[in-house]
T-cell receptor
Framework: AQKITQTQPGMFVQEKEAVTLDCTYD???????LFWYKQPSSGEMIFLIY??????QNATEGRYSLNFQKARKSANLVISASQLGDSAMYFC?????????????FGTGTRLKVLA | NAGVTQTPKFQVLKTGQSMTLQCAQD?????MYWYRQDPGMGLRLIYY???????DKGEVPNGYNVSRLNKREFSLRLESAAPSQTSVYFC?????????FGEGSRLTVL
């Protein structure tokens, strides 16, 4: 069965430093997608970045980059130059194709706290 | 720019009562989803729907029913609420890309 694992329940990082949030996945599919979402304390889910399984380059979106290592089945999120506003819960998710539609499965999340 | 709209935002129920969470999207997406979020558990998929009239079970479907009456709307029903169903519920939609989420519905079952 497909599975997403986030092994870091909580992380601290100093403001302006970079931080890596870990995500590993398990799937037998060749075609899949990997996503990261941010959930601030206000509760909404904010899409950050996407990586397709066939993409050869690591995805980047501003200060966010996705370190995709296909052989290791890992899709770590790197946040550069952390800001206080980055303090939030972060979820890794995987999309697989099932019965003509897409199914999205989430990890348990990592709570990031940025320190001033 | 409503996106995905969920109602109600908050609800308190007594054990055994029934209720329906409503979800509507205005992005013309085919696929819609219901998740529940519990502390330490992440988001778990309850049911999803590829198109009008079709639904599939997710990871935690027990105790829930869904209806996809048209392309826009996907409702989640609790027929006999239990305290274990106390959670935050999210509806989402997509068209192959990222999921677009509603603001969430906080449900408490006493």
């Amino acid at each position: 069965a497909q599975k997403i694992t986030q092994t870091q329940p909580g992380m601290f990082v100093q403001e302006k430093e970079a931080v890596t949030l870990d995500c590993t996945y398990d799937t037998s599919d060749q075609s899949y997608g990997l996503f990261w979402y941010k959930q601030p304390s206000s509760g909404e889910m904010i899409f950050l970045i996407y990586q397709g399984s066939y993409d050869e380059q690591n995805a980047t979106e501003g200060r966010y980059s996705l370190n995709f290592q296909k052989a290791r089945k890992s899709a770590n999120l790197v946040i550069s130059a952390s800001q206080l506003g980055d303090s939030a819960m972060y979820f890794c998710a995987m999309r697989e194709s099932r019965s003509g539609t897409y199914k999205y499965i989430f990890g348990t999340g990592t709570r990031l706290k940025v320190l001033a | 720019n409503a996106g995905v709209t969920q109602t109600p935002k908050f609800q308190v129920l007594k054990t055994g009562q029934s209720m329906t969470l409503q979800c509507a999207q205005d992005m013309n997406h085919n696929s819609m989803y219901w998740y529940r979020q519990d502390p330490g558990m992440g988001l778990r998929l309850i049911y999803y729907s590829a198109s009008e009239g079709t639904t599939d079970k997710g990871e935690v479907p027990n105790g829930y029913n869904v209806s996809r009456l048209n392309k826009r709307e996907f409702s989640l029903r609790l027929e006999s609420a239990a305290p274990s169903q106390t959670s935050v519920y999210f509806c989402a939609s997509s068209e192959e890309g990222e999921l677009f989420f509603g603001e969430g519905s906080r449900l408490t079952v006493l």
